[in-house]
């Protein structure tokens, strides 16, 4: 078996430069978490605000670490999640971008979000149908406390390897898109959350610039 940092070299080598690495714990143990770091890691994904919490202060002499939240966020966690997380990955409604916009106003954060897209339609994700994007980019390039970085996506699960390229490939062209529009702040989205332990080759083929990775750097977990 190889060691965490092993696993973390080898993964490296495989990622472009531009690409960030994120290493997602969910349900993995500080102890490991300290391995991780050790071996360079700085990026952290949780998709739990409790889960998250407890870790953070076990790892507070880890300053330098910055946290990404993951899951589904409800909206009586938004503020806790604004305090503990620099990244927002999982911005999946109009309505939790202006209430994450309203509450960073009032206490004055900029955290970086991503909008979640479903590219195909999954009853099992939450997230924006791109033509609900579409109509609701007007808004959301209102919420001028947020930083809204760019579109993270997660395929639906059993879809054969060229449908995950093709969903990874319209999240990337959808990007381009919106780039091209005149909007004041979503004209600097750039990056592009897709890529986890099953798909991050191919999601790096399709331009990602952010993968999340957990099971393939941790080993597996209880359950999802
Ligand atoms: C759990 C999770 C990951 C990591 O998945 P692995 O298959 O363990 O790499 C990535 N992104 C999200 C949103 C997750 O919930």
């Known amino acids: 078996m190889m060691t965490i940092a092993e696993e973390i070299s080898q993964i490296r080598q495989n ?8 290493a ?5 143990p500080v102890e490991a978490m300290r391995f991780a770091y050790a071996a360079g890691i700085r990026d952290f994904g949780e998709s739990r605000v409790q889960e998250a919490q407890a870790k953070q202060e076990q790892l507070a002499d880890l300053t330098d670490i910055t946290w990404h939240f993951i899951g589904r966020l409800q909206s009586n ?6 305090e503990l997380f620099q990244w927002i990955h999982s911005v999946d409604s109009l309505k939790l971008a202006q209430q994450l916009d309203k509450l960073a106003q009032e206490n004055h954060y900029r955290p970086q979000v991503c909008l979640q897209v479903k590219i195909e339609s999954d009853p ?3 997230g924006w149908t791109v033509p609900q994007l579409w109509l609701d980019l007007p808004n959301l390039d209102r919420c001028e406390n947020l930083q809204i970085c760019g579109l993270m996506t997660i395929p639906p699960v059993g879809l054969n ?3 995950v390229k093709s969903v990874f490939d319209r ?3 959808l990007l381009k898109e919106i780039q091209t529009k005149n909007w004041t702040s979503l004209q600097q989205m750039q990056q592009l959350s897709m890529g986890m332990s099953g798909d991050y080759k191919i999601a790096i083929a399709s331009g990602s610039t952010m993968v999340r990775l957990g099971r393939i750097l941790f080993g597996p977990r209880r359950s999802q």
């Open 15 to 22: 990622l472009p430069n531009n690409v960030r690495l994120i």
């Open 24 to 28: 997602v714990t969910k349900q993995v």
């Open 77 to 82: 966690k938004a503020k806790k999640a604004l």
């Open 124 to 126: 099992q994700k939450t």
């Open 161 to 163: 390897e060229s449908e």
């Open 171 to 173: 999240t990337n062209a």
